[in-house]
């Protein structure tokens, strides 16, 4: 599925994931639009380059942004058995690394009685950051985060419910509610299924913004609004629409946008590469003309041995 966003937000969006107590995710080839057995991916940026490392079972080893050829953030991951132990990230200034902005988290599983993950954060010039325990219920979910910082203890308990076809999961920091995801399932007249994911966010208990998202059969991003809170109507007021056209091959097309009585068009035009898996490698943004390119290296297919007869 073609993504609406570059690379570069979705590194951002996993980096502060990862770094302010969220849950825990490991992330593969998929999750960034990449198909097949893919190595390296080099996205040129208007600042520099992204570039991301993966091994052969697909598991992200390293993310490089770099500016220049002096000034780079360089994250690194290190696995066993599928489960991640440690990620370090390291920034360098003039080619000199940056000790009091560069950390390492140190990640370790207790399955004694129930399933805990322990992630200690530390900066490289030997400063504690904070420590994560994330304590594992039914089903393997996260039921609670527990977060120590150098003055305080922060707790975040996560709640599942169903309802029907809906499910929900709400997230309490310290007993004050910050954010819920509904999920549920729409049955269309033409007996497809689509998903529609409903995301509110709280500040102070209070509700904030909402994001509306539907998905059809394929997974693939068809609809997405996004709402701020109106105290004096006592709800939430529709702020944007986008639409997504795909075309017959399941690739983005054209992002419709509506705000209030303005409709604006973007369309997309990929170009991919000469692997059966077809990844994209240049995307065409109009009307604005900007240019997305990405340089993919996989890693080289293993030659069936011939049997005897």
């Not at 370090?88 to 390492?104: F, G, H, P, T, W």
């Not at 995301?199 to 509700?207: H, L, N, R």
């Not at 068809?222 to 109106?230: A, G, P, Q, S, V």
Request: charged share 30%.
């Amino acid at each position: 599925m073609i993504k609406s966003y570059p690379l570069s937000v979705l590194f951002f969006l996993i980096f502060i994931s990862q770094s302010f107590g969220q849950e825990l995710k490991l992330f593969k080839t998929n999750d960034f639009d990449l198909n097949g057995k893919v190595k390296t991916c080099t996205v040129i940026t208007d600042y520099g380059k992204e570039v991301f490392e993966f091994d052969e079972e697909g598991f992200l080893i390293k993310s490089i942004t770099a500016y220049n050829k002096a000034d780079q953030d360089i994250t690194t991951y290190r696995y066993d058995s599928g489960f991640l132990l440690e990620k370090r990230m390291e920034s360098y200034k003039d080619n000199v690394l940056d000790e009091a902005s560069s950390m390492a988290n140190f990640y370790e599983i207790d399955t004694s009685q129930q399933k805990i993950v322990k992630e200690q954060i530390i900066s490289y010039d030997k400063e504690f950051i904070e420590q994560q325990e994330y304590i594992f219920g039914e089903e393997d979910k996260i039921f609670k985060i527990t977060t120590s910082h150098e003055n305080a203890v922060d707790e975040t308990r996560i709640e599942y419910s169903t309802f029907k076809n809906e499910t929900t999961k709400t997230y309490f920091i310290n007993g004050v509610i910050e954010k819920s995801i509904r999920t549920s399932i729409k049955m269309l007249k033409s007996r497809d299924e689509q998903k529609i994911v409903l995301t509110k966010e709280y500040v102070d208990g209070e509700p904030n913004k909402a994001i509306e998202e539907r998905f059809d059969k394929e997974g693939k991003l068809i609809y997405k609004e996004l709402f701020l809170n109106n105290p004096t109507d006592n709800g939430f007021t529709s702020q944007e629409i986008h639409l997504f056209k795909y075309n017959k091959e399941g690739i983005l097309e054209k992002e419709i946008i509506k705000q209030g009585n303005t409709v604006a068009e973007k369309e997309f035009v990929f170009q991919f590469d000469d692997n059966k898996h077809r990844n994209w490698v240049k995307k065409i943004t109009t009307p604005d003309n900007l240019y997305t390119t990405r340089i993919i290296e996989y890693y080289p297919l293993l030659k069936v041995e011939e049997q005897p007869e």
